[in-house]
Structures are given as structure tokens and as C-alpha cells.
DNA sequence: GTCTATAATACGATAGAC
DNA sequence: GTCTATCGTATTATAGAC
């Protein structure tokens, strides 16, 4: 909370995690994070386009390092991952269904709007595979398995978050994370 | 064509896939439906939540009967389910990316913000998994491994659809074809 | 059923003082 | 770096004439 630049960028995560892209004001974003209000455009200067996209690449650095804690831990890349989606579910029930993935929202919606989002959620979605594939690599899947399975993963990952707070319930997730692991165990 | 509320909704269907739920404005709708903006209250007088709500159920239905239909053709589940998806890659890549999934923004965005809206998506969804559950309940699937594999199946292929819209290849869908259907071929 | 006009509010963005 | 004030333009929704 030192800088209010960062404050106003994680704060900016949190609230299109839960609203999406055009759900979110600015106005809100300086409300909620506390920040002072005077300062928004001179942190960034090119306005919310500049603070969707740095808080959607932040974001995907974030839950990229979170996966590679998640699957550290084990040795076995399926039941490592089969934990980790647990985990999510978990996560997303206790956030009353509002946390999730903080790029899904904004992705579709500005996946032919905004250029410089739009690239910023490659960027993102692209750390999250990479974290998945470098976790099989260790289990010894070649690198073109270990890419394909990896982009199998992410989308399975996050159609059961968009089920999982739709429905408000974790067990769309469970189900991903119990079929992904016997796709893994094969 | 002939009656402008179905036409209203139709264009909204289209927006809402797009944008989604935020980013899509009535004036917009209007516009780009063609029809008598003074009609809009008419036609849905509780405003934008209820065009919505109908228009997210109604893309429910349609996607459900493609998905019957796509499937129909070929008795084996596994395979049958493989092409529908290569078909969604195909149909998002000659829309520009713009088109997939018509549920998911709206779902994302609204999934705590409209109760309404929320339990249309629901409604809509779950028509999704049911279409896929019985093609594999047809298979010989029991009722409950076939509800488990409709939603994974349902999650792949949105999760799948996101990815290829960000990066904007079918090939992310591809992959999830792919490996659905080995996990189909067990 | 459809029109125009408009209310009430929110948005992103900017200007200028300090 | 931060403030207040404000511009211009969207938004959803409503009122009232026809």
C-alpha cells in the first residue's frame, strides 16, 4: 500500500476480476483502492486503457507464480494440478463467486475492441500456460506435449471458473480437476 | 425479420457475444437493430436486465440445438463432439474472432452483480450440458459419468473458445478437439 | 406502437490552482 | 503530486404527444 500507483493497480485486478472491462469505472477504481483521486492521470497518463492493461499483465504474473507454488510442492504433474484446481475451487467459494480469473471478463470483452488489451491478455494467458507446460516438461512430456496439454489445462481452468460463478458452487471445478487428472494419468 | 421484438433480441444476442453485458448499450441495440427505438419499453419494459436475461436464453437454446444437431449426425460420441469443436474453431475464426460464445462475458460479468441476469445464464448452461449429456448418455454413458463429461466438456470448449478469441487462431479450440477426444476414446 | 424530448445520472478525460 | 471543478458525451429510463 506504499505507492498508490500499485494500490491503484491492484485494486484495479480485483474489481474487473469481479465486473469485467466496461463494468468497471475509474471512478471507482480511485473510490475502492483510497487513492487519491487527483493523481489517477498523472500515474497514468493514458487512462484506462494503460491501467487495463498493465493490471491484466500484473495479474497474469501474479496467478502464474501462484501456479508455480501450487504444483511446486508435488512431484506427479496430475495430482499436482488435480490440487491446485482444487485449490481454485476452494478459492472461488470463498469469494462468494465474485473472484475467479482476472482476465476471462476482460478478455472477451475487449478481444476485438481494444488492441492493447488485447495483447496484454495474450501476454497473460500466455505466463499461465507456460507455468502449466514447464511442470509437465519437469515430468518428462516433450515440449510439444507439454504445450498442447498446457493450453488444454488453461481453457478446462477457466471454463470451470466462468460454471463455478455462474452456478455458485465449486463443483464444476471439481469435476475439471478430477477429469484433468485422468487425462494426465494416462 | 417480421416482428421487432424477436429482431431486438436477435441484435442484442449479437452485441452481448461481442461486448458483452456492460459494453453493449441499449442506444446500441436499437441502432443496430434497425427497429423503432420507441418501442424499446414497449417491448421489454423492464429494461435492460430483462432484454438480457431473454436474449441470454434464447442464445441457450440456439447453441443447445446446434450442438444436437452437430452431434447427430455421427453415432459415435467421441468423435462427434471432436468435429462440433473443430466447427466452433472454424465459426469463430471466419467471425473475426468477435463470435463464440454468447453466456460467457455476460456470465462473468453479471455472475454477482444481477441475480436476474445470473440465473439466466444458468438456465442457459445448463440446456448447454444437457445436449452433450445425451449424446453420451446414447453412448452408453451412465447418467452420471455423462453429467460429469458434459461439464467438462462444456467448460473445455468455453475455456477453449476464450483462449482462441484472445489470440485470435481457432487453434486453441483445436487443441481442445484434440484432446477431448482422447479423453472421449477411453 | 411509435415518436420526440428529456430527466437523472454516470462515464472518461482535462484544466488550472496549489 | 494532489486538489477541485468541469467539459463533453455517453448511459438507462421516463413522460407525453400522436
Excluded: W
Excluded at 497518463?45 to 508435488?74: F, N, W
Excluded at 475467479?100 to 499461465?128: H, Q
Aim: glycine residues 8%.
Amino acid at each position: 500500500m506504499g505507492n498508490p500507483r500499485e494500490h491503484i493497480l491492484q485494486t484495479a485486478c480485483n474489481l474487473l476480476e469481479k465486473q469485467g472491462y466496461y463494468g468497471t469505472g475509474l471512478n471507482e477504481i480511485v473510490k475502492e483502492s483510497g487513492a487519491p483521486k487527483g493523481s489517477l492521470y498523472h500515474y497514468f497518463p493514458e487512462g484506462k486503457e494503460q491501467i487495463t492493461s498493465e493490471a491484466v499483465l500484473q495479474a497474469g504474473k501474479v496467478t502464474a507464480q501462484r501456479i508455480q507454488d501450487g504444483l511446486s510442492g508435488d512431484g506427479n504433474a496430475a495430482k499436482a494440478i488435480h490440487d491446485f484446481v482444487l485449490n481454485i475451487a476452494n478459492h472461488v467459494e470463498s469469494s462468494d463467486f465474485a473472484a475467479g480469473s482476472p482476465l476471462t471478463a476482460v478478455a472477451m470483452e475487449t478481444a476485438s475492441k481494444s488492441e492493447r488489451i488485447n495483447l496484454a491478455c495474450r501476454d497473460a494467458y500466455t505466463l499461465l500456460t507456460a507455468a502449466f507446460r514447464e511442470k509437465l516438461i519437469e515430468n518428462g512430456y516433450t515440449k510439444a506435449k507439454a504445450d498442447e496439454f498446457a493450453t488444454f489445462i488453461t481453457a478446462a481452468v477457466e471454463g470451470g471458473i466462468i460454471l463455478s460463478r455462474t452456478y455458485h458452487t465449486g463443483n464444476p471445478l471439481r469435476t475439471v480437476a478430477k477429469h484433468l487428472k485422468i487425462l494426465l494419468s494416462q
